[in-house]
């Protein structure tokens, strides 16, 4: 499989390798490190929905060299809370992904330490999707790293079974980091409806989503207005915000909970 491809587009040409339901082997896996090490020029990388057919080969492709991958997809790969350990230390290392995608897999809240200290030290990532895993309030250990992360704009915590105390945390971390501006949190155990009166203004109100829950155009026009507004104070290093932002944000609040309470 790795060795056509190779052939069709030999190493020091090959920057994009998609392999979606394909068998893959150890020796697939040294040929695609080949393409990802310090000379390579490989910078996406999508594995999906693909069996592994050595029972080590998903552990040499986690440990291989990410050295030019800047997108990165390993989706419904069977992918353990050991193995995500490795691969997080492995680009933590490297640290030039700017989008990962690790979703439908099997990450548990036994990896959220390891992910949000990967949050909280990364220069580069800029998308992160975990939907369909099992990281429950494991979500809470990761809010603090969410909130203070300055290159985080996209997060896709779905399908996860986060409690109602996760989805609260992760509301208020949201709310305090404006560079974030696409959050999906659906089909989640604790996104109840009262939990989306009591919070929905914080867990949307800095988002750019089509998840908006009922958010009127306007009012999401409204609000990129006001966030580039702010960013762009804050490039300029104004220390006081525009005089009509809290009016607009107050007014941006009252839209959204009258809609979700009616």
């Given at each position: 499989?790795?060795?056509?491809?190779?052939?069709?587009?030999?190493?020091?040409?090959?920057?994009?390798?998609?392999?979606?339901?394909?068998s893959?082997?150890?020796?697939?896996?040294?040929?695609?490190?080949?393409?990802t090490?310090?000379?390579?020029?490989?910078?996406s990388l999508?594995?999906?929905?693909?069996?592994?057919t050595?029972?080590?080969?998903?552990?040499?492709?986690?440990?291989?060299?990410?050295?030019?991958?800047?997108?990165?997809?390993?989706e419904?790969?069977?992918l353990?809370?050991?193995?995500?350990?490795?691969?997080?230390?492995?680009?933590a290392?490297s640290?030039?992904?700017?989008?990962?995608?690790?979703?439908y897999?099997?990450?548990?809240k036994?990896?959220a330490?390891?992910?949000a200290?990967y949050?909280?030290?990364?220069?580069?990532?800029?998308?992160?999707?975990?939907?369909?895993?099992?990281?429950?309030?494991?979500?809470?250990?990761?809010?603090?790293?969410?909130?203070?992360?300055?290159?985080?704009?996209?997060l896709?915590?779905s399908?996860?079974?986060?409690?109602?105390?996760?989805?609260?945390?992760?509301?208020?971390a949201?709310?305090?980091?404006?560079?974030?501006v696409n959050?999906n949190?659906?089909?989640?155990?604790?996104?109840?409806?009262?939990v989306?009166k009591?919070?929905?203004?914080?867990l949307h109100?800095?988002?750019?989503?089509?998840?908006?829950?009922?958010?009127?155009?306007q009012?999401?026009?409204?609000?990129?207005?006001y966030?580039?507004r702010?960013?762009?104070?804050?490039?300029?290093?104004?220390?006081?915000?525009?005089?009509?932002?809290?009016?607009m944000?107050e007014?941006?609040?009252?839209?959204?909970?009258?809609?979700?309470?009616?």
């Amino acid at each position: 499989c790795i060795n056509t491809v190779c052939n069709k587009a030999p190493a020091p040409q090959l920057q994009h390798l998609s392999l979606i339901n394909c068998s893959v082997s150890k020796e697939d896996v040294t040929l695609i490190s080949a393409l990802t090490g310090r000379n390579g020029t490989l910078s996406s990388l999508e594995i999906k929905t693909c069996k592994f057919t050595d029972g080590d080969a998903l552990e040499l492709l986690v440990r291989m060299p990410k050295n030019a991958i800047k997108f990165l997809a390993i989706e419904e790969a069977k992918l353990n809370d050991n193995l995500c350990k490795l691969l997080i230390n492995e680009l933590a290392n490297s640290d030039n992904v700017e989008m990962l995608n690790l979703s439908y897999n099997q990450i548990t809240k036994k990896s959220a330490k390891v992910i949000a200290e990967y949050l909280g030290t990364t220069g580069t990532l800029k998308e992160l999707n975990l939907c369909n895993n099992l990281l429950e309030e494991g979500v809470v250990e990761m809010c603090e790293a969410i909130q203070l992360s300055m290159t985080l704009t996209e997060l896709n915590l779905s399908c996860n079974d986060i409690p109602e105390e996760g989805i609260k945390k992760l509301a208020t971390a949201i709310y305090q980091n404006f560079k974030i501006v696409n959050l999906n949190v659906e089909y989640n155990h604790g996104l109840s409806q009262q939990v989306m009166k009591d919070h929905g203004c914080t867990l949307h109100l800095s988002l750019q989503s089509e998840y908006n829950h009922g958010l009127s155009q306007q009012v999401m026009n409204k609000l990129n207005e006001y966030i580039k507004r702010n960013r762009k104070l804050d490039a300029q290093g104004a220390g006081e915000e525009l005089n009509d932002s809290d009016a607009m944000l107050e007014e941006l609040k009252n839209q959204a909970h009258n809609f979700m309470t009616n």
